[in-house]
Each structure stands twice: as structure tokens, then as C-alpha cells.
């Protein structure tokens, strides 16, 4: 994040986070879960849209458990939600013990040196929860062999260690391989190590998970993509509402001649007159270089007053070139849009070839950010 607000006025891009939008998401997730608990992953600065207004929003909602990845994350969420259960995803760094304490963040612990580490701390600091009890921790068991997280062995040699703490969630993954379908074997694998830790909670899903039939959701769900926007469902309709709108200003307007080629390496070339508008969104606002990175050099869409308009020549750090021949008339500063209802957050990964939460994340740092109250 820029060290300085970025106004309107100076903007190249400007994000538009529709936290009314995150919010029905969050509470259409909690529907389709009935009894269990829906969270949220709100990691990696919620998924890039801003930890602090998304997780207030979802905390007002009523949403009380959240997964970020670092520590830093869960502390800043501490001061926003008191009162919330925050779990790390990335376990336990070494020495760092501490800080979990101090802030009440449950660390998610994926081996058996984590295990020492904390055991260790939780037997020789005298630390406690803020109630008095013991401190918390869930345990990421790899019932998926996609090796992360504890295996049944690794439980065999951890006995003695879950004892020093209160291991209040029992964490899971699905590992999908294409042609097959596991899940059934690695949900008994889940439930054979679930069992040794009776009375526990537990959590499988994710936001594609959630709309599996196949896989129990036990006690909490763990979204984060569906609630920014993105489909969980692929190849069907999308359940979710839009939450990201992206636009571009245009920085300005060139006529091309047939023949005139433009970009860095002058590879794309009009093949008849063209009126082309250069925008500021480049690769460092999260425009994706694989975009444009083909033989003919275009590719990508933006909508330009309603009309879908391809992208040519390679998109550059700060600025890309959008062939808007086929919209109206188009004027300095006015905006074209990347993301919204019509270009979803989907469509603009797939024009890359990425998945929709690694084009989510690379929004908007240098972006004018505007937030739709919930
Ligand atoms: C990021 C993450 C999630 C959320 O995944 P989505 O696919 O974005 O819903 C859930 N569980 C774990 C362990 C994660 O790391």
C-alpha cells in the first residue's frame, strides 16, 4: 500500500469495493452452510481489497472467525474485532510464539516442529489466554498427502504435545488432481485423525468447497474468494454478487494510420484506420502481461461506453493501449472499465490464463480506493 492517499483527481485506476456486495455475499455463504459456522480467509490484505474495511464490514455483519496468513495481518484485525477468533494459516515462525499470545491469534499448526515450539512456549512462559485458559491453536491435518500439515505419523509423534495447549479447531484440506476424485478417501482420512481429538471443532471447505455435495462442511467454512465476487462454482452461474469494479483513466487519444504499428516493440499494426486509447493501468496495477503476450499482440478486453474494446500492443508497466474504434467518441480522462458486472473478476483472470484470486490480489495498489458502505 502507497504511503500517501491516492485522490481521485490523480488517479490513473480507481477500485470500487462494494461492501455491501462482500456482506450478502458473506451472509448468502452462511445460508447455503445452514448450521455450520461460515468465516472468512480475509489473508494477503483481503485478497487485496483492503484487510481493515473488509474485515470491519463482516465483523458488523456478524462474521467472528477470520483466517489471515501472517501475524502482522491478525494483529492489525485484533484491534478492529475484539472479540473475534483469528486463526493464522501460515503456523508458527520461529521465536514468534510470543505474539500470538499478546494478541490472542491462534496460530495453525501444519508440523511437528511447530508443535514443539509452541508446546514448549506454552509450558515454560506462563502465558494464557486472556480468560485465563489455556492458549489456542488449531492443527492443519494433511489428509490430502499434498504434504502440508500434520500426517496421522506425525500425530503418532506429537502425543505428548497437544496436551500444552487448547486445540480448538481441527483444520483440513481437499486436494483435487484432474481425472480423479479423491475426495471420498481423504475425507476418511480426515475423519480417522479427527477422531482422536473428540468433541473438536472442525473445517474443510473453502469457497468451492462449499458447493461440493460431496464434502461435509463440519462445524466452520473458510471462504474467501466467493465473498469478493469470484465464482466457486466454475462452468455454472456465478451465486456471488460482484464486489470489485475496476476502471482506467484514459490518459489519451491517438488516431493510427493503416500500417502504424504501436507499443514498445512496435509488433501490433493497424490494418486499417484505428483510433486507439491509452489508458493508465499497466502490469504494476495487476493488468496481466500474458494479456497481450501472443503473436498478435492483442487481446483482453475493457468496456469503453458499454463496448467491448481489445487491448494491442504489450501491456507496459504503467499504461496499456486499448483499440476503442468500435465505441463513441472518447476524450482525455474519462474511464473505461476492467472490471464490473460484465468483465467479472473471472473473465479478467481467464484473459490471462490465471486463476481469479491471483489476478484479485495484484488490484490496486497504486489504485484511488473507494468503498460502498455495507
Ligand atoms: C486461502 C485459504 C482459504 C480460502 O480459499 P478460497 O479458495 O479463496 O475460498 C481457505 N482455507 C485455507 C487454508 C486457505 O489458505
Same mark, same amino acid.
Given at each position: 500500500m502507497p504511503s500517501v492517499e491516492i485522490s481521485p483527481l490523480e488517479a490513473g *485506476?480507481? $477500485?470500487?469495493? @462494494? $461492501? /455491501? %456486495?462482500?456482506?450478502?455475499?458473506?451472509?448468502?455463504?452462511?445460508?447455503? *452452510?445452514? =448450521?455450520? =459456522? *461460515?468465516? %472468512?480467509?480475509v489473508k494477503a490484505d483481503a485478497y487485496g481489497l483492503g484487510l481493515e474495511p473488509v474485515a470491519k464490514a463482516l465483523h458488523d455483519a456478524g462474521c467472528r472467525t477470520f483466517f489471515v496468513a501472517h501475524v502482522f495481518e491478525g494483529r492489525t484485525?485484533?484491534?478492529?474485532?475484539?472479540? %473475534?477468533?483469528?486463526?493464522?494459516?501460515d503456523g508458527l515462525r520461529p521465536g514468534a510464539a510470543a505474539a500470538y499470545a499478546d494478541h490472542a491469534l491462534r496460530p495453525v499448526l501444519g508440523s511437528v516442529p511447530e508443535m514443539e515450539d509452541f508446546g514448549q512456549f506454552c509450558a515454560t512462559s506462563g502465558r494464557r489466554w486472556p480468560d485465563g485458559s489455556s492458549l489456542k491453536a488449531a492443527l492443519r491435518?494433511?489428509?490430502? +498427502?499434498?504434504?502440508?500439515?500434520? /500426517?496421522?505419523? @506425525?500425530?503418532? +509423534?506429537?502425543?505428548?504435545?497437544a496436551p500444552l495447549f487448547d486445540v480448538t479447531l481441527l483444520l483440513g484440506e481437499i486436494a483435487r488432481r484432474d481425472g480423479e476424485d479423491p475426495a471420498e478417501a481423504q475425507i476418511d482420512a480426515f475423519d480417522a485423525m479427527r477422531?482422536?481429538? #473428540?468433541? +473438536?471443532?472442525? /473445517?474443510?471447505?473453502?469457497?468451492?468447497?462449499?458447493?461440493?455435495?460431496?464434502? #461435509?462442511?463440519? @462445524?466452520?467454512?473458510r471462504p474467501g474468494y466467493a465473498l469478493y465476487g469470484g465464482n466457486p462454482t466454475p462452468g455454472r452461474p456465478n451465486p456471488m454478487r460482484p464486489v470489485v469494479t475496476l476502471e482506467a483513466k484514459i490518459i489519451q487519444m491517438r488516431i493510427l494510420e493503416p500500417g502504424m504499428r504501436i507499443g514498445e516493440d512496435l509488433a501490433w499494426k493497424a490494418k486499417g484506420p484505428r483510433r486507439i486509447a491509452l489508458v493508465a493501468a499497466g502490469f504494476a496495477d495487476g493488468l496481466p502481461i500474458a494479456m497481450t503476450d501472443n503473436k498478435a499482440r492483442s487481446g483482453g478486453v475493457a468496456l469503453a461506453q458499454g463496448r467491448r474494446c481489445a487491448f494491442v500492443g504489450p501491456i507496459a508497466m504503467d499504461h496499456a493501449a486499448l483499440d476503442v474504434s468500435d465505441a463513441g467518441y472518447l476524450e482525455r480522462g474519462e474511464t473505461v472499465e476492467l472490471i464490473g458486472k460484465t468483465i467479472t473478476i473471472d473473465d479478467f483472470a481467464a484473459q490471462a490464463g490465471m486463476r481469479g484470486a491471483e489476478a484479485l490480489v495484484h488490484l490496486g495498489r497504486r489504485c484511488h480506493r473507494r468503498y460502498r458502505q455495507a
Open positions: *485506476c480507481v $477500485l470500487t469495493v @462494494d $461492501l /455491501s %456486495a462482500l456482506v450478502a455475499n458473506w451472509r448468502t455463504l452462511q445460508t447455503v *452452510c445452514g =448450521e455450520a =459456522e *461460515c468465516g %472468512a480467509a484485525l485484533r484491534a478492529l474485532a475484539p472479540d %473475534a477468533d483469528i486463526y493464522v494459516l491435518l494433511d489428509a490430502g +498427502r499434498r504434504q502440508l500439515g500434520l /500426517s496421522a505419523y @506425525d500425530l503418532d +509423534r506429537a502425543d505428548h504435545l477422531a482422536r481429538f #473428540p468433541g +473438536r471443532r472442525a /473445517s474443510l471447505a473453502n469457497s468451492s468447497a462449499i458447493f461440493l455435495d460431496a464434502i #461435509p462442511l463440519y @462445524d466452520l467454512v
